[in-house]
């Protein structure tokens, strides 16, 4: 099921771009830590691409080149640290729609704001395969604007803090933003 952001217009994408590029100019941008070198380097380019004509699909589609990954990972299960291959498939798809909704509600939240809008309401925008727990919770919920503008990436990056709110809540969260409806 394709994805369905109910704002993704010229206006909103505006706002994405212009939000990205506050990031990548921070000195400290987010890097997925599965991306090689190369990856790494070119990533930038294609999220710019994938915001200003793009969608989840077709970054997923310019991902899939395995020079752009590392090929292990590590990875924690019950306090015992392993590695493994990364699947290409699997890892373009979730970086893909992962990153495009967080630039999406980035983008579409600071709109809102400009706008004098003070609420918005999560949603889910695509039916994920598996449904992690902190996600669900949300949906439906009614949320201040710039508590979710305050939130971008809070979870995970650059410093990991629980108590924030943030939308996507994490990896693999399917659930976006809207105006109240």
Known sequence: MKANFEELNE?????????????????????SPRLSDTGRI???????KSITSGDPESLEISLKHQ??????????????????????????EQLAFSEFNTWYVRGLVKRLIG????????????????????????EGQIVDTKVIYKGHRA??????????????AQAGCHHSIRRVR
């Open 11 to 31: 206006v909103t994408r505006k706002f994405m771009l212009e939000e990205f590029e506050l990031e990548q100019r921070s000195g400290i941008p987010y890097i």
């Open 67 to 92: 020079e752009y990954w590392n090929e292990k990972e590590e990875y924690t299960r019950n306090g015992i640290t392993r590695e493994r291959k990364i699947n290409l498939n699997q890892v373009a």
């Open 155 to 168: 979870k995970y990056w650059p410093v990991i803090n629980e108590s924030v709110f943030s939308i996507p």
């Open 42 to 48: 070119i990533f930038p380019e294609l999220m710019r």
């Open 115 to 138: 706008e004098g809008i003070e609420k918005c309401q999560i949603y889910r925008v695509k039916d994920a395969k598996w449904e992690p727990s902190e996600c669900s919770k949300h």
